[in-house]
């Protein structure tokens, strides 16, 4: 079972190229796994409560929070859908399924004496909604974001989330795979040197009314992290499908960015501890795509929207660009130049000419049907049996998140078939009247395209059909595609306009 989630995406932001990246990038790792056969369960969501969003309520001056949430929630769908994300279940933490878990849980740690009252005094970020001691603020103001605190005293409910630091240093060192990149392993491991701190995790509903009440003391909502996180186990089953919980919930993968770390590798896991529930399986903070070395996001106002970016290049080329131009884990500057290299050289060349040449070279010498696949020489041995390894060497790096570099050895793969064609010259050989060369040639660049076009198809899910129906194959998902030799001879290709067109 391969089950991946998102991080939940406040709805006061509209979807920008940083929530589609994390997106598209769980839905890439999603398709290759169902390519490879094994059951998935993609989850994304979003984040309806907490301080944010009831701004954005009032600033919009909305009377009703709940229609403001379910408007925005749509708009994440409606986006997800125009960027073809197959997901398994959208999650909103307004749903009953959800605050029905959270109190559960808050009831659980309550009466087993691992939350407790006490008086909170701290400064306050309304924008990042985090509390911060006052050696952390940088010139008395917030250190993430830079933006005014406020100063708070009041009586609150804590979680003892600092008996759970030697655990978790434990935990971390005896798990070394638990946190990705090592980078952000050894960030956490830091951060823990510190003596953790027990967690704040209710507001008071004088303040802050837009949450989930705490069972044991209504006058309070539930802090927005402390009710956010436990997306992952209510959408898992938890405590309606037992069974089901058992068998997804340890096998979790986490994807989120490096900017809620801390809430994912400390605050998260102790939280499971504590309710005697497993740890997810791994937790893979990926970098962030920067404008001129500055975060892309709503509050810098520099966000680029995907959707504009999807009417330029259309959904497939978008969704390649940014697979293929962030390393997992770093970060990654935005530049518009690139969009339109990649989409030239890697799309619309390489492969786009490719199909091009494949079918119309099929029409011209084999009355445009698939030929017989002939006898092979070394050139036909050596394609077929570079194509035949591209799988495995592609799943090896999707193990690893490694989406990249998984496309340009996709990317090498028909560069390889281009060459073939160069070096083997059909056109030569038909001029020669060497009429089994000439099929042989073709069987194997056709069905090089094709096996290579499966390897693309989680990435570019609506130009591969595209080429397959072009090849004639219809993929029924039954047998193997990823299998040598399932181009049916006597098949009829179609030939049509370029897959990749010209942009502008
Ligand atoms: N609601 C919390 C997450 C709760 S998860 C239990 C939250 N939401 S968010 O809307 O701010 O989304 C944050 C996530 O969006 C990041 O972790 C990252 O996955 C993605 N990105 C937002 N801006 C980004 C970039 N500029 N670049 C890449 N991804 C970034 O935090």
């Known amino acids: 079972m391969f089950y991946i989630t998102t991080p939940i995406y406040y709805v006061n932001d509209a979807p920008h190229l940083g929530h589609a990246y994390t997106t598209i990038l769980a839905d890439v790792l999603a398709r290759y796994h169902r390519l490879r056969g094994e059951p998935v369960y993609f989850l994304t969501g979003v984040d309806e409560h907490g301080q944010k969003v009831q701004n954005a309520v009032r600033k919009n001056a909305i009377t009703d929070p709940q229609a403001y949430v379910d408007e925005m929630a749509e708009r994440f769908k409606t986006t997800w859908k125009r960027l073809n994300i197959a997901y398994d279940d959208f999650i909103r933490t307004t749903e009953p399924r959800h605050v029905r878990v959270v109190q559960q849980v808050l009831q659980q740690l309550w009466d087993a004496g691992l939350i407790y009252r006490g008086e909170y005094q701290g400064w306050y970020c ?99 992290w402390f009710d956010a996180l436990l997306n992952y186990v209510t959408a898992a089953g938890f405590g309606v499908d037992e069974d089901r919980f058992a068998a997804q919930w340890p096998q979790a993968l986490h994807l989120i960015g490096k900017d809620i770390l801390i809430t994912h590798a400390v605050y998260w896991p102790t939280m499971l501890q504590a309710a005697g529930l497993p740890q997810p399986r791994r937790i893979f903070a990926h970098g962030w795509w920067v404008i001129g070395g500055t975060k892309m996001g709503k509050s810098l106002g520099n966000a680029v ?63 445009g049907c698939i030929p017989q696949p002939g006898p092979e020489t070394a050139e036909e041995a050596g394609l077929r049996a570079l194509v035949e390894a591209l799988p495995g060497q592609v799943f090896e790096q999707i193990d690893r998140l490694a989406v990249n570099t998984a496309l340009s050895q996709i990317m090498d793969g028909l560069t390889a078939v281009n060459g073939y064609l160069e070096r083997t010259a059909p056109w030569t050989q038909a001029k020669a009247g060497r009429a089994e060369r000439v099929t042989a040639i073709l069987y194997t660049a056709a069905e090089a395209l094709r096996l290579i076009s499966v390897l693309l198809s989680p990435v570019l899910t609506e130009k591969t059909r595209e080429i397959f129906s072009r090849l004639g194959w219809e993929d029924d998902q039954a047998g193997d595609g990823l299998a040598w030799g399932v181009l049916k001879p006597g098949s009829a290709v179609t030939a049509g306009d370029p897959l990749f067109p010209r942009i502008g």
């Open 305 to 367: 929207s995907p959707l504009d970016l999807v009417d330029i290049y259309g959904v497939d080329a978008f969704r390649y660009f940014i697979m293929r131009d962030m390393t997992p884990g770093l970060d990654a500057d935005f530049d518009a130049e690139r969009v339109d290299s990649r989409y030239t050289s890697d799309l619309a060349n390489n492969l786009g000419n490719l199909l091009q040449r494949v079918v119309n070279m099929t029409g011209r010498y084999c009355g």
């Open 126 to 224: 309304v924008s990042d909604e985090r509390f911060w001691t006052e050696k952390d603020l940088v010139d008395g103001c917030c250190p993430d974001c830079g933006r005014p605190v406020e100063h708070i005293a009041e009586d609150n409910y804590f979680f003892q989330m600092s008996r759970y630091q030697d655990w978790l240093v434990d935990y971390i060192e005896r798990n070394p795979d638990f946190i990705q990149p090592a980078f952000r392993r050894n960030e956490v491991l830091g951060f823990l040197r510190r003596p953790l701190a027990d967690l704040c995790i209710s507001r008071s509903a004088s303040r802050l009314s837009w949450g989930i009440p705490l069972p044991f003391a209504p006058d309070y909502v539930t802090y927005v």
